[in-house]
């Protein structure tokens, strides 16, 4: 979930409330809803009363004109017929693709006010990240206010093995382009960089083209075996450049996405590099 851009007078402050917003970002929303002693998580909204010796929270935030990812019996997911996959160690769901934001927090004494903000949720469940994975999120576009686009790469274990697998949507109007390793879709172009990601992903149709210049992120836990014990870097004020066209070069949209979320987590451009 991201709200409106925050100022803050020290690198610090920046980092705890990046930390903050990524942690809300990976809330489970497996159920309707969640209570964690005083605070309170649904599809609707969030209430917040921490805490804690180095950050104190408190406030509402309502999420307003939800947007589900499209689903079906046979794909009832982002993750499309792996859904139904048994004893995978991490499932993914993208519960809104865009939403409206009011309300407003009070952080460390700081009133933030959330009105007039966007919102975006989506989940992970299971016991175990993966070793590697890239993910990149944006529904804030330059072009089209109503834009969303997500993107996760990752190796997956599988049936004692693994294999790279990918995920990705672009939502530009009614239309919801997607790519995806069980449609068919790859991954044609994958780099790295210091500052900057680039990745081309092909569908039988579609061509997208990615690049993500990265900026500074917090720390959050994620799990293994179980126990929310990995410290990973996330970022949520890095921004992007998308670029999809249809096989025959014809452009339908291009734009600029800021305050992008972005992990980059071990090396998975290596399984991709060697699956092409």
Known sequence: MLGKPMHFDTMNGMKKIITLFGLLCHVLFAAAQTDI????????????????????VKGEISFIDTQPF???FISPGIMGWYSYAPMMECYHGVVSMQHRL??????????ISFDKGKGYIEKDWGHSMPSDWIWIQSNHFDTDPGASFMLSLARIPWMGGF?????????VGARVYRFATYMGSNVSLIEVKDDAVNIELRSRNYKLIITVYRDIGGVLKAPRHGNMERDIQESIVSSLQLVLMDHSG?????????FAGLEIVGDVAKYFRNNR
């Open 163 to 171: 294999f790279p697998g990918f995920l990705s949507f672009l939502k």
């Open 37 to 56: 002693g005083p605070n309170h998580f649904s599809s609707k909204g969030i209430k917040l009363d921490l805490n804690l010796p180095d950050l104190k």
């Open 70 to 72: 499209p689903v079906s």
């Open 250 to 258: 014809k452009l339908l949209f291009t734009g600029t996405g800021t």
């Open 102 to 111: 009011s309300g407003s927090l009070e952080i460390d004494g700081t009133e």
